[in-house]
């Protein structure tokens, strides 16, 4: 098994659509999560930290269950702009180095 | 320098040769790290450090070594190129593991 595991995708929504994606990991002992986006051959960019409690950035809402050991990204209101592969990332249960799951592409259409 | 930069940024090597990936960053972040992304495929640790003066192995460091003598280089050699090589190589930094990694813009090499 994958220590970070995503859905295997590919999404293909309209705009204006909410998509999300779930990730999966297996070490409890991680410590930081991230989503990561990164558009076709580019450097992965930053999306946003995911905590406990919940954070919102605009269209996007990410959410951490420690306990079922997963986070999630939700995008509203799509935007052709959001099309991409977005990364899941978990650091810190593997001698402090970040582990990524393989990416979920986003595709959005007119 | 803002961030961090990579170079070359491609490059086309005969097999069997010697090449160092650069990597400069200005951020002070103690932690740096190299990856390969194959086509496709997600993103895989080839070598690590988390602060100047000490390296460590990823998931897939075997044909590649890295030096790290100060904060803000961190070099990728390949002492002897082969065609399985050929990937978009990444470097990365982080402040802290809290923080998240900042990416590169990534060299492509091919290595005939």
């Known amino acids: 098994r994958k220590e970070v595991e995503q859905d295997p995708g590919p999404f293909n929504v309209p705009e204006g659509a909410t998509v999300a994606f779930n990730c999966t990991y297996s070490n409890s002992a991680s410590q930081s999560f991230f989503w990561y986006r990164q558009d076709c051959r580019k450097e992965p960019k930053l999306l946003m930290s995911v905590y406990s409690s919940g954070n919102e950035d605009g269209r996007f809402t990410a959410q951490l269950n420690r306990a079922s050991q997963y986070i999630s990204l939700l995008i509203r209101d799509s935007k052709l702009s959001d099309s991409a592969t977005y990364l899941c990332?978990?650091?810190?249960?593997?001698?402090?180095?970040?582990?990524f799951g393989d990416g979920t592409t986003l595709t959005v259409k007119p | 320098i803002a961030g961090i930069t990579q170079a070359p940024t491609s490059q086309i090597l005969a097999a069997g040769r010697r090449m160092t990936l650069r990597c400069t960053q200005d951020?002070?972040?103690?932690?740096m790290y190299w990856y390969r992304q194959d086509l496709g495929l997600g993103l895989r640790l080839i070598h690590y450090?988390?602060?100047?003066?000490?390296?460590g192995k990823g998931e897939v460091p075997d044909g590649y070594s890295v030096s790290r003598a100060n904060t803000d280089d961190f070099p990728l050699t390949l002492a002897s190129a082969v065609p399985s090589q050929t990937s978009v190589y990444f470097c990365?930094?982080?402040?802290?593991?809290?923080?998240?990694?900042?990416f590169g813009p990534g060299t492509r090499l091919t290595v005939l």
């Open positions: 951020m002070r972040h103690n932690a």
């Open positions: 450090s988390n602060t100047a003066g000490t390296t």
């Open positions: 990365a930094s982080s402040a802290d593991g809290v923080a998240g990694q900042f």
């Open positions: 990332v978990v650091w810190g249960a593997n001698a402090g180095k970040s582990t």
